[in-house]
């Protein structure tokens, strides 16, 4: 392995994994667990795999402090179905739902529940750019829930503070691209999604959290793959689960064990996030942040340099000091690092001295 040439990855998801858990996948790939075969061509109902998604969950459970009147499901159609779903499951016939809108992700979940029933925004930051989170909101006391997005991933906005729903109003979040990147109190919310490939594995499994009676709201007439209740009955085996992403988020899982779980998790990625705002902070305007300071992202930073041009010969020399997927996205233009949780303090050094060095030979 001496000549391996890791890129420092910076990509805002599908990101970096932590080496560790690819090599350990590589090494099990071709006979998982003495069966002769890897764990993509053995049946989801065989007791090898049984074992892959129960002790996934179980990990999950201890690593988030999830209580026991709660369901973990492994479920397919990114963190995008979950907008629909949720919206089909949770919010009873007639019933408006409430969201805070803060970000690109949470005005599209907004928009993917009016197209089956009633919602409205209880706050919306977009006025000044999704750079903060709400300061107040126009709570519907009645709303069948209320969803927020956790982390705007496009923005670099995040929440350090749960949204206080009315008394009987359920909090549902989407928690995509800040998942397992600190402990949070999940008693505190009814339903939490997470699409697994920024900071818990690959693309194509989203892990849902739902408080029990959170599934006694599915109604009777929904198509089976819709429908939560059923799912979680099942352990996630109504049909074939993305059973080589469950096993790679169960690899994740462990991993953030071994490194002293949550806690311990948090306390590197605020280091990380420091030294990056930090870089932003003192470059003296050459390099500006997107979102107030009380609200910056732990794990997506945005930031603008001078120019557009800059901005684009940024990205190319950062390539080729193999610090890749700097670029902002689309919508918002800029850059962007993304600091998930397996992106080291290294890489993250790594890209500040280059930011340094950037603005030294064009600042
Ligand atoms: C916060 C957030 N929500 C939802 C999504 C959509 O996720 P998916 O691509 O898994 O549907 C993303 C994707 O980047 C995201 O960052």
């Not at 979940?109 to 300061?135: D, I, M, Q, Y």
């Not at 519907?140 to 729903?165: Q, R, S």
């Not at 109504?238 to 949550?262: C, D, E």
Request: net charge neutral.
């Amino acid at each position: 392995m001496s000549d391996l040439k890791r890129a420092y990855n910076f990509n805002p998801g599908p990101g970096a994994l932590p080496l560790e858990v690819l090599q350990q996948a590589q090494a099990e790939l071709l006979d998982f667990k003495g069966t002769g075969m890897s764990v993509m061509e053995i049946s989801h109902r065989s007791k090898e795999f049984e074992a892959v998604i129960q002790t996934a969950e179980a990990d999950l459970r201890e690593l988030m402090g999830i209580p026991s009147n709660y369901k973990i499901m492994f479920l397919q159609g990114g963190a995008t179905l979950q907008f629909t779903m949720l919206a089909m499951n949770l919010r009873p016939a007639g019933a408006s739902a409430d969201y805070i809108v803060n970000g690109a992700w949470s005005k599209i979940a907004l928009k993917e529940a009016k197209k089956l029933g009633a919602a409205r925004a209880a706050a919306t930051t977009e006025a000044t750019g999704f750079n903060s989170v709400p300061e107040s909101l126009d709570l519907d006391p009645k709303a069948a829930y209320l969803h927020f997005t956790m982390n705007e991933t496009i923005h670099g906005v995040e929440f350090f503070t749960e949204p206080t729903p009315p008394a009987g109003v359920p909090l549902v979040c989407d928690t995509s691209s800040n998942f397992i990147s600190r402990p949070i109190d999940v008693s505190k919310y009814a339903f939490l999604y997470a699409g697994a490939q920024k900071n818990a594995g690959p693309s194509g499994v989203t892990v849902v959290i739902a408080r029990d009676d959170m599934l006694e709201r599915t109604p009777e007439n929904l198509p089976v793959m819709l429908d939560y209740k059923t799912l979680a009955a099942s352990g996630s085996l109504h049909n074939t689960p993305p059973s080589f992403a469950i096993y790679m988020v169960g690899l994740v899982f462990q991993w953030a064990k071994r490194q002293g779980g949550l806690a311990a998790i948090e306390k590197v990625n605020r280091e990380k996030a420091e030294l990056l705002y930090g870089a932003i902070d003192n470059s003296g305007g050459f390099y500006r942040g997107h979102a107030v300071p009380a609200a910056r992202s732990l794990m997506n930073v945005p930031f603008r340099l001078p120019t557009e041009e800059l901005e684009e010969a940024f990205a190319k020399e950062a390539k080729k000091n193999n610090l890749i997927g700097l670029k902002g996205h689309r919508s918002v233009g800029g850059m962007r690092a993304s600091i998930y949780n397996a992106v080291t303090l290294e890489g993250t050094k790594a890209l500040v001295d280059f930011m340094a060095d950037f603005q030294k030979k064009n600042g």
